[in-house]
């Protein structure tokens, strides 16, 4: 991804010896470990996180936390869309629901929600760079503070996983296989493929009360600000994995609406692109 920021199309660390971006993607590489170097040693940005972890449920596709362990006061209520594009009848269509056990099964289920930034001090690192005239710094490190952001969900996702929820504490992977996800669990971020309503990225920051606690605001279009923020969900189902649910029709368009207390068009909103035409 950080290559990419720079329409440079190539994995690390191939796309350095490539014989057409090799020469330019060393330079970039270069430029961003020196900046990185210095954000360190001159504590230019600070990453802080909230997280959560709550017994959960699901009602349909609605995924419920509740506030304790009696599972009678609800936390938050996310409803979750559904894939409705053609597929193989051995093939289900699915859900986030589908990996956090029925409210009917009696079951007891967990399920959590973050919000990491390690965009805190970017603002006046890019002003004093824009200020010197030193643009391709200013977007060099908006670049780096969002590889940043990334690596440090992916970190909280592993103590999560090992320390916090616990449900996989003798992991021992690889980077290699952190970064294959070969892992219990995924954290899905909203307005991403499985979550795709950015709206939901209010019910996390209402839930963690993740303004105060980390200095981040959301914008009336849903965008975070800083942006190098990520905020998602927790589901640790063994048989959980990244999925995208596409395009929805009208229908569960007008179910979801209902299930959010919002208009269709309102609805709509949210899920830009996501909506059959």
């Known amino acids: 991804p950080f290559f990419r920021a720079w329409e440079l199309k190539g994995k690390y660390p191939d796309i350095l010896s490539d014989p057409t971006m090799g020469q330019q993607a060393q330079e970039l590489y270069g430029d961003a470990k020196e900046l990185l170097e210095r954000i360190v040693r001159e504590r230019l940005l600070k990453a802080k996180a909230v997280i959560g972890l709550f017994p959960a449920a699901t009602v349909g596709d609605r995924l419920i936390l509740f506030d304790d362990e009696s599972r009678s006061s609800r936390a938050a209520d996310f409803p979750c869309l559904r894939q409705q594009f053609s597929k193989p009848r051995d093939r289900p269509n699915l859900s986030l629901a589908d990996f956090v056990a029925p409210l009917s099964s009696g079951t007891p289920d967990y399920a959590g929600a973050f919000v990491v930034t390690a965009g805190l001090g970017l603002d006046a690192v890019c002003k004093a760079f824009e200020e010197g005239g030193d643009d391709y710094r200013s977007i060099m490190a908006k670049a780096l503070a969002d590889r940043l952001a990334e690596a440090f969900a992916e970190r909280m996702h592993e103590r999560v996983r090992t320390e916090f929820w616990g449900y996989a504490p003798r992991e021992a992977l690889t980077n290699d296989q952190l970064v294959g996800e070969e892992y219990r669990g995924i954290r899905p971020a909203a307005g991403y493929p499985a979550c795709p309503d950015h709206r939901q990225k209010s ?37 959980s994995f990244y999925f995208g649910v596409g395009r929805i029709g009208e229908d569960q368009l007008a179910d979801y609406a209902e299930a959010m207390g919002l208009s269709t068009a309102d609805a709509r909103l949210g899920l830009a692109g996501s909506v059959d035409d």
Do not use: N
């Not at 105060?212 to 600000?225: H, I, K, N, Q």
């Open 203 to 239: 019910t996390i920051f209402d839930l963690l009360d993740a303004r105060p606690a980390l200095g981040v605001e959301l914008t009336d279009s849903w965008a975070m600000t800083p942006a190098s923020t990520v905020a998602g969900l927790y589901i640790g189902h063994p048989a």
